[in-house]
Nanobody, 122 residues
């Protein structure tokens, strides 16, 4: 099992910045560096959507709506995932979720945090 705990959400004015953090932990055999990690978000009345991902090898991917404004990063030594969010817009308002995923012998394992609220005022 993997536990993910997000933090860093809050209320910010449009144009402002926030940095989300996700602390990962698990059993004695847990290896954070083996997991692909990602940030997803869900706005009221909408489906959960991908924001950004980073593979175990460090390759990143972003939703078109956040390219150039958000940056995902990971610190394998600290078992931490981050999302730096700049130039925030009201449409970025959502609950942001941390995700960990790994495929072992054709079986996919996915874990989610409890989410952190980000509210951007206009």
């Amino acid at each position: 099992q993997v536990q993910l705990v997000e933090s860093g959400g809050g209320l910010v004015q449009a144009g402002g910045s926030l940095r989300l953090s996700c602390a990962a932990s698990g059993s004695i055999s847990f290896r954070f560096s083996s997991y692909g990690m990602g940030w997803y978000r869900q706005a009221p009345g909408k489906q959960r959507e991908l924001v950004a991902t980073v593979t175990s090898g460090g390759s990143t991917n972003y939703a078109d709506s956040v390219k150039g404004r958000f940056a995902i990063s990971r610190d394998n030594a600290k078992n931490m995932l981050y999302l730096q969010m700049n130039s925030l817009k009201p449409e970025d308002t959502a609950v942001y979720y941390c995700n960990a995923n790994r495929v072992v012998l054709s079986t996919s394992y996915r874990y989610w945090g409890q989410g952190t609220q980000v509210t951007v005022s206009s």
